[in-house]
């Protein structure tokens, strides 16, 4: 029973039930397995592995990271082994898990977004799908399906009536209006949505004159964008009736509290996993103790409770 000495830290997305809001993003923490060392990853609230596409992908050139003042931005391209050997070689790895698993996706096509949620419905030991909409659509000449409402609604509308998971859609930051994003996902039947993903960056070397990324362009992470993410979170969850998933720059409880604050029901850390292993663990840790400290007894009685009027 939930009382000021035990806080209740759960909550719900769609049909499943958490045990706390701590996830840790995707594409920061590997399939999970190469951290198992650092903690029982069956305390997080879920777990949520790099993104899958339809066909394997072998991502950009080198060199793909680059580490800024506040944080790195990156170009890993999605580099991953692709849907058919996810299934195959790492989905068994979560069974021994007991904690949610929440796979991550992405196409180039709406058509296989649509493909990639009927064959994750398919396989047991999913709990719930994050849909990557920060991807170019080939099929319209590169535009992103997360900046345009007129190709996202559809996109949700048709992943929705793919499968029964719960259905949690991935917003960028690299657009004007993330909140009506957030809104056009909520009404073509999300369960959820996450935000932000990385911010589009570059960054260049005066001695060789070089871009520093292979790519050119990547995507900006960790503490940096932490103001930003907070802003846009609290445009959304004041736009959506859905729960919010926030992330971006969270290294400790203290960032994960004021996400928490400003409306996020749940949190996920990403780049602090490549700094310190054991940062989702500790996050989960230092919100109970901020809980207990200030006498909350459930979690989500936090949520939207700043002043901001
Ligand atoms: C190296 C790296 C790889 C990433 N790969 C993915 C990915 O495959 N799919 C995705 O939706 N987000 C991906 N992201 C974005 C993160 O999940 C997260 O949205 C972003 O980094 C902001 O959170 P943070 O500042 O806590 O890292 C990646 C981020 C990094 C740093």
Known sequence: ?????????????????????????????????????????????????????????????????????????????????????????KLPYYRKIKTHLIVNCFGNTQKEYVELARRFDEVPGISGLEIN??????????????????????????VRKATTLPL????????????????????????????INTIRAMAVNIHSRKP?????????????????????????????????IGMGGIMKAEDAIEFILVGASAIQIGTANLINPRAGIEVLHGIRNYLLEKRIENLQDLKGSAYVG
């Open 133 to 158: 909409i920060s991807c170019p659509n080939v099929k319209r000449g590169g535009i992103v399906f997360g900046c345009d409402p007129k190709m996202a609604y559809p996109l949700v509308r048709e």
């Open 168 to 195: 949690i859609i991935k917003l960028s930051p690299n657009v004007t209006d993330i909140g009506l994003m957030a809104k056009c996902s909520e009404d073509a039947g999300a369960d959820a949505v996450s935000l």
């Open 212 to 244: 520093e990324l292979g790519n050119i362009i990547g995507g900006l992470s960790g503490p940096a964008i932490k103001p930003i993410a907070l802003r846009m979170v609290w445009e959304v969850s004041r736009k959506v009736k859905i729960p919010v």
């Open 1 to 89: 029973m939930a009382s000021i000495l035990n806080p209740d830290l759960t909550l719900t997305i769609g049909k499943i039930r958490l045990k706390n809001p701590v996830m840790v993003a995707s594409g920061t923490f590997g399939f999970g397995e190469e951290y198992e060392d650092f903690f029982g990853l069956d305390q997080l609230g879920a777990v949520i592995p790099k993104g899958i596409s339809l066909k394997p992908m072998m991502g950009n050139p080198p060199p793909r990271l680059f580490e800024t003042e506040a944080g790195i931005i990156n170009s890993i391209g999605l580099q991953n082994p692709g849907v058919q050997d996810f299934i195959q070689n």
